[in-house]
């Protein structure tokens, strides 16, 4: 019994044929790899499995791996590399050359032979279709890694005991290998029968062997190129960019997910001119991109093209990558915004004048179309529209009304509930729209409560001409931008305050020089008269001029006893008990005692009161109240004139308005009757009762109430309009 192999050392019988189908039976380079019989591999090296990426056995470079890699990872893997009868046909192939009744192909899983094609009769393998690599022949071609030639089982020494059958047989068996020469399988010819193999023969099986290999290295090559577009795909769907490329005709073979968004947002859809400069041989670096979305909304980004050369250097393709700035450009813009609003209100004396300069910054560079700022009217129970503003170009004529009661519309509801509001399309029923607006095409809008340091005074609102869903940032911008509103009005309202104490302070000193010198004065010539007076003038004249001094002393005391009431009503120490009573009753019953005090003279009082109205409020303060607007009027009517007192109830607040016929008081003089001391230029000429402090005295007692007191009149006359809330605060 003789064998032969291909590797060194091998045991040659002197047949020149055999030498001659061993060399015939070298594996050639393979995909870089190495003839097995130039560099053999140990048979640990052959058996022992290794993972994919295992640092090399020597040398410091990293290998690349190979399919026994894979295989050990995976030992199912190989099914595939002969599959749907491959390997079964390379069998037969293999045992026609041989010219045998069978032939097999086997793989190494770990420490086995495992059979995958087989040609003949299927007993005959049944005993090697899951055998040990020790103790079988195929683990003989394995360790030494080269062909096995066996012309007869029972006298050849190196064959296992219990392998072939007692008669013996033939076995020729060769390696398969990988790209780099590892042994992965057995491809072998079997006879039943004692035999001699021919070079032919031995020839035929060790091609077979290669033909082998050579398919092993395609699904490698196809397995590493699948894993590269696999890794490739799976980077390029994780990009936050927009990825496209296309061919040289300009059609698109690839875009990842991110792209897909992107022109699926995109009204332009798949139009890139990117991709076509790029095919004219430019290359793009941060080139700025500005696309409008379906929702109108504007979306900004950096573009990236080049094209892709063949290894002719000629164009193949482009390659185009998109980054979505619109979040940078945003916050740009929220930057510009919040210096826009800072700068308006800086350069503006009143929450009134920096309200269209507020909202003009807002909607030109946020790119929404109309904004309106809202001023809360606590004593009214409504919210009153203090400003607008739409974009220019944008249709005129949005309808706005001048006030919306508390809960009412996208404004009173968010004073309402005291927090943000986003409604994604007004146009949708109950929106808390009026559709008289939303037919005016907008769509998205946000409403934000101004508050400064007593609670809500105000709400922003602003619009979009597209559906847009909530944005965070949004929000948090314009919640700043309404925080900067409520710091403005306070800070206003601080330095007012400021302004008045100081103002209060002198007009105190000069009401102190002013109106209680003159009937101290009084006080003083007619006592000096008394005390110069003869007997019979104090007879004659004594009672006259005692009542002088009487007159002029209860003056006086009315006087201190209002400005006592009004520092107390300032320093917050003045009791106001605010419990539910009937104004119009209070009201009614003044306005009869007046009737009764003025007796015949030439003023007529008309009324306009309601059955009742009921409000909360400190009963006697509401009517002294009453009591200095009406005798306010009287005072200054015309002889012959008369005075108007209505009552009426107006939302949510109760409306008291005194009316005399008396000319109007000056716009400039309105504000300086309620300073303390101030007399209308229309009372000069005439000497009129009163301390001057009654409208002072008024408006304190309204404050407390949470109500407003004005001014107001034309040609015809003056109204003092009162303004107190229906509801507790």
Not at 529 to 535: K, P, Q
Not at 559 to 567: A, F, R, Y
Request: with cysteine; glycine share 10%.
């Amino acid at each position: 019994m003789r064998r032969e192999d291909s590797g060194p050392g091998a045991g040659r019988s002197g047949r020149t044929r055999a030498a001659e189908a061993a060399a015939l039976a070298r594996p050639a380079e393979l995909y870089g790899g190495t003839a097995v019989d130039e560099h053999p591999v140990s048979a640990t090296a052959a058996t022992e499995p290794r993972s994919i990426g295992a640092p090399p056995q020597s040398g410091g470079e990293r290998r690349p791996p190979s399919l026994r890699d894979v295989l050990g990872a995976h030992p199912d893997l190989h099914r595939g590399v002969l599959t749907s009868g491959t390997a079964d046909q390379l069998a037969a192939l293999t045992a026609r050359g041989a010219q045998t009744p069978s032939a097999c192909i086997q793989f190494v899983e770990g420490d086995r032979l495992r059979l995958y094609g087989s040609w003949g009769v299927s007993a005959d393998w049944d005993a090697i279709a899951d055998t040990a690599l020790d103790g079988s022949l195929g683990g003989l071609v394995v360790r030494g890694g080269g062909g096995v030639i066996v012309d007869d089982a029972t006298a050849d020494e190196r064959v296992p005991p219990g392998v072939v059958r007692k008669h013996g047989g033939a076995y020729l068996g060769y390696p398969v290998h990988d790209r780099l020469g590892q042994v992965l399988g057995v491809c072998c010819a079997y006879d039943l029968r004692p035999r001699e193999w021919t070079p032919e023969q031995m020839s035929a099986v060790a091609e077979a062997a290669e033909v082998a290999t050579l398919l092993i290295g395609e699904q490698l090559a196809r397995h590493e190129l699948e894993q590269q577009h696999r890794f490739l795909d799976a980077v390029l769907e994780s990009l936050h960019d927009g990825v496209t490329a296309c061919d040289d005709a300009g059609n698109v073979v690839f875009a990842n997910e991110r792209m897909r968004r992107l022109w699926a947002d995109d009204p332009a859809g798949t139009d890139e001119p990117g991709l076509f400069r790029a095919l004219g041989g430019e290359r793009l670096r941060d080139e700025p991109v500005v696309r409008a979305g379906r929702t109108k909304r504007t979306r900004h980004y950096l573009m990236d093209a080049q094209p892709i050369l063949g290894p002719d250097g000629r164009v193949v393709g482009a390659v185009q990558a998109m980054q979505n700035v619109t979040r940078q450009r945003r916050a740009e813009r929220f930057r510009s915004c919040e210096l826009a609003v800072t700068t308006a209100l800086a350069e503006t004396p009143s929450i009134e004048a920096a309200g269209p300069r507020v909202l003009e910054a807002v909607v030109a560079t946020l790119d929404w179309v109309h904004a309106e700022l809202w001023m809360v009217d606590a004593a009214a129970g409504a919210i009153r529209a203090a400003a607008r503003w739409s974009t220019p170009g944008w249709p005129t004529g949005i309808p706005v009304p001048d006030q919306l009661t508390y809960g009412q519309g996208l404004a009173g509801r968010a004073w309402q509930v005291d927090k943000p509001l986003w409604i994604r399309d007004v146009g949708r029923p109950q929106s808390l729209i009026s559709p008289d607006t939303t037919r005016e095409r907008l769509h998205t809008a946000l409403a934000i409560p101004v508050h400064d340091g007593t609670g809500t005074i105000g709400v922003l609102t602003v619009f979009a001409d597209a559906v847009e869903d909530p944005e965070d940032e949004l929000v948090a911008l314009m919640s700043g931008i309404a925080a900067h509103l409520g710091q403005f009005v306070e800070r206003r309202r601080v330095e007012d305050l400021r302004r008045q104490l100081v103002r209060s302070k002198n007009e105190y000193l000069a009401l102190i020089g002013h109106e209680l010198r003159t009937p101290l004065t009084s006080i003083s010539a007619y006592t000096e008269l008394l005390r110069e007076a003869d007997e019979a003038t104090l007879v004659r004249e004594g009672p006259r001029l005692i009542a002088v001094v009487e007159r002029n002393a209860l003056q006086l005391r009315e006087i201190i006893n209002e400005l006592l009431e009004l520092s107390a009503l300032d320093a917050g120490h003045a009791d106001v008990r605010r419990t539910p009573m009937d104004l119009a009753e209070v009201v009614r019953d003044v306005v009869d005692r007046t009737r009764d005090a003025i007796g015949a003279a030439p003023v007529v009082i008309d009324t306009d009161l309601p059955g009742e109205l009921i409000v909360p409020g400190d009963r006697d303060r509401l009517r002294q109240i009453v009591e200095n607007l009406i005798g306010s009027a009287i005072r200054y009517s015309p002889d012959g004139g008369h005075v108007e007192v209505s009552l009426r109830r107006d939302g949510r607040a109760a409306e008291l308005a005194v009316w005399d016929a008396a000319a109007d008081v000056p716009r400039d003089e309105r504000e300086k009757l309620f300073t303390g001391r101030y007399r209308t230029s229309r009372g000069h000429d005439r000497t009129l009762p009163g301390s001057g402090l009654g409208l002072t005295l008024s408006r304190a007692v309204v404050e407390r109430h949470h109500g407003s007191i004005s001014l107001t009149g034309d040609d015809n006359g003056t109204t003092v309009l009162v303004r107190l809330p229906l509801d507790v605060r």
